[in-house]
């Protein structure tokens, strides 16, 4: 079952421009995670905030963590054509030692040069 | 530094076939694994994971199955293909908690016909 939901579902921008992409799920995570998908291939992690955890940057973006809306935002600042892909919310509900990672629909992101 | 490999890239297989997805990580030892698999627009579904040799769990009643014979080599099987099967199929490695996010291969594009 889904427990993480993207919004929007496509999202096209200009180049320069910031990208806003949103995450909400469903019951109490250990961390959330976010990842970049080309088309056709594999996903490549991008960063990871834990539940105690409110705001995180890496590089271009920023992310956010809200627990008591059960909600994220991923933000990419001055955004260029190379980051056009999906992006996926995943959210990490602990099972004893191990994990499991339960994956969005994912957000489409087009840059437009 | 630790590499995750998956083949083939693509395969075609008629229906009532036998599958056989192989991956292999270098460069870690005692990972989780996990298999995934993402239909056309939809999120990725997680399939099964592994947290030691011969240690297999099922996400999803399914035609597949997942084996680990080696400590880094994740199998997944099928002994008929069905059409559904059909997608992209993705393999993954982790730590406990996905502290660290989790690592994707390269995928393999499965079309039954």
């Known amino acids: 079952s889904q427990q993480g939901e993207e919004d929007p579902q496509a999202l096209s921008i200009q180049e320069g421009e910031n990208a806003t992409m949103n995450c909400s799920y469903k019951t109490s995570i250990n961390n959330l995670q976010w990842y970049r998908q080309n088309s056709g291939r594999g996903l490549v992690h991008l960063i990871l905030i834990r539940s105690n955890e409110r705001e995180k940057h890496s590089g271009r973006l920023r992310v956010t963590l809200d627990t008591s809306k059960k909600s994220s935002s991923l933000l990419i600042t001055a955004s260029r054509a190379a980051d056009t892909a999906s992006y996926f919310c995943?959210?990490?509900?602990?099972?004893?030692?191990?994990?499991?990672?339960?994956f969005g629909k994912g957000i489409t992101l087009s840059v437009r040069p | 530094s630790q590499t995750i490999h998956q083949w083939p890239a693509t395969l075609v297989q008629p229906v009532g076939s036998p599958l056989s997805l192989e991956c292999t990580v270098e460069?870690?030892?005692?990972?989780?694994l996990y298999w995934y698999r993402q239909a056309a627009g939809r999120g990725l579904q997680l399939l099964f994971y592994s947290v030691g040799i011969g240690q297999i769990s099922s996400e999803v009643p399914q035609n597949l199955s997942a084996s680990r014979p080696q400590d880094r080599q994740f199998i997944l099987s099928s002994k008929k293909l069905l059409l559904s099967d059909s997608g992209f199929y993705l393999c993954?490695?982790?730590?406990?908690?996905?502290?660290?996010?989790?690592?994707f291969g390269s995928g393999t594009r499965l079309t039954v016909v």
């Open positions: 460069g870690t030892s005692n990972p989780n």
């Open positions: 995943a959210t990490d509900t602990v099972t004893g030692a191990n994990s499991k990672l339960t």
């Open positions: 993954a490695w982790g730590r406990g908690q996905a502290r660290y996010g989790y690592t």
